[in-house]
């Protein structure tokens, strides 16, 4: 039985799928991170790889993949591979866009990519941008102008307010947006922003997709009173909204799709921070929101927002 499970094991390890973490370096010299435990003596054949891409690329592609342990200290020397289309090509430039997420293989000791990028005349399948810092989109080529785009985002959360004898009310969650658009009918090339979380005392920023799509932020933990508003705009509803962070002595309200309130901080209660169905949890009393969206606890700062672009 022991031998059974061990080989079930064995090919879901020669089949895995690892996701790598501190993607930096440029769009043509790509750097990360993974797991040392699995990455022994580097990828085996038929394994993959995914990460966000950290830039455009403007021509052919490597990553250096360095290992790291439990302790965050790098456990071997990088080990770079070239990254080729899922035909064996080298990319020539503009097919991986900024925040793509790539999914990729190794094939005859390079990786290459099987996610579909939407590049070059390519079949133009499913792809996701997902933005957590300001940047740019550009529209990848090999979709038709009546291709749908669906773009949704988070505010940043609100930070809660500064501890006065202990006690500080937790601030707002920021605000969910989503919307369905027809390629044709937006430019090629759009300014995302991406707010970082409001500091304490401070309200979350709001999320932009250009003029298409805008996430309101949190608002603030404030002095007295009830706690920081969570993000919203006329939706009356309240679907979309963002959790109110909570009074003294009560927990962050929770969300449907915006981030959740942070939680109060409390000299004789534990509040925590709401919960969100679709972004990010507010913050415990005393702790930061989670992202996207989360409202900071009190004595905690919000967390940042979010815009995703998906092309279905």
């Given amino acids: ?94 097919e991986l866009a900024s925040g793509l997420i790539v999914t990729a293989e190794l094939v005859g000791g390079d990786l290459r990519v099987v996610s579909s990028t939407g590049s070059g005349g390519t079949a133009g399948g499913p792809v996701t941008f997902v933005y957590t810092a300001s940047d740019t989109w550009t529209r990848p080529v090999g979709y038709s102008d009546d291709h749908s785009i669906f773009i ?23 605000h969910y947006n989503q919307r369905w658009l027809r390629l044709g009918d937006i430019p090629t090339s759009i300014a995302v922003t991406i707010p970082a979380g409001g500091a304490i005392g401070a309200s979350g920023g709001n999320a932009t997709f250009g003029n298409l799509l805008t996430c309101y932020g949190g608002s603030a933990g404030p002095g007295s009173g009830n706690g920081g508003p969570g993000g919203r705009f006329l939706d009356l509803t309240g679907v979309f909204d963002g959790g109110d962070g909570g009074e003294l ?17 409390s000299i004789s209660q534990n509040p925590t921070g709401g919960i969100s169905g679709h972004g990010g949890n507010g913050g415990d009393e005393g702790n930061a929101g989670q992202a996207p969206g989360g409202g900071g606890g009190g004595n905690a700062p919000g967390a940042r927002g979010e815009i995703r672009v998906a092309i279905p």
């Fill in 1 to 94: 039985m022991v031998d059974q499970y061990a080989g079930h094991f064995g090919r879901l390890l020669n089949n895995a799928r690892f996701r790598l973490t501190n993607v930096g370096g440029t769009g043509d010299a790509v750097t990360a991170r993974i797991d040392d435990q699995f990455f022994d003596a580097g990828l085996l054949a038929s394994q993959g790889v995914s990460w966000i891409q950290p830039a455009a690329n403007t021509g052919a592609v490597t990553i250096a993949i360095t290992p790291y342990d439990d302790g965050g200290n790098a456990s071997g020397s990088a080990v770079t591979l070239n990254v080729l289309q899922a035909d064996g090509i080298a990319f020539q430039g503009g």
């Fill in 152 to 174: 949704e985002g988070w505010g940043a959360g609100g930070g809660g307010a500064a501890s006065s004898g202990g006690q500080a009310r937790g601030g707002g969650g920021g």
């Fill in 249 to 265: 002595n009560t927990d962050g309200q929770a969300a449907q799709y915006g981030g959740g309130g942070g939680g109060a901080l």
